[in-house]
């Protein structure tokens, strides 16, 4: 299991669940304005917040333990599915202006290769090397 004993509780639940809560409110009062790729990544994203939210909750007050793997998955899958919608939306919404798409061209790789890296230092830790 995940330790996440980084922060106590409240702070937690207070930054987890907050800044879920300001992203849903971002998506949907500007749902308009960004294309539907980006605001299903938006939502995935501020959903992985959440969960991670209740796994902080749920470990340390022992709730939901017979559901204790799947609630530790979820913030997984929201990013993980969540990023690459975000990052599609951004490049279709940014493909008129040559500038803006150099720009999200360039974070995207810097996204992808952070993901690479998270990924490697994963690899190690389970092999034992770190």
Do not use: T
Not at 51 to 65: D, N
Not at 89 to 113: E, H, M, N, W
């Amino acid at each position: 299991m995940i330790p996440v004993d980084s922060f106590s509780l409240p702070v937690y639940l207070l930054i987890a669940w907050g800044s879920a809560a300001g992203s849903l409110i971002l998506c949907l009062s500007n749902i308009h304005k960004y294309n539907k790729f980006m605001l299903l990544g938006i939502l995935l994203v501020s959903f992985s917040a959440f969960f991670a939210g209740l796994f902080r909750l749920s470990s340390e007050l022992e709730l939901f333990q017979k559901y204790i793997g799947i609630i530790e998955i979820l913030p997984l899958l929201g990013i993980i599915l969540g990023s690459p919608l975000l990052l599609i939306g951004s490049y279709i919404q940014a493909k008129d202006d040559p500038y803006r798409k150099k720009l999200v061209i360039f974070g995207s790789g810097l996204v992808i290769f952070g993901f690479f890296v998270l990924a490697i230092i994963i690899v190690l830790a389970l092999m034992g090397l770190l």
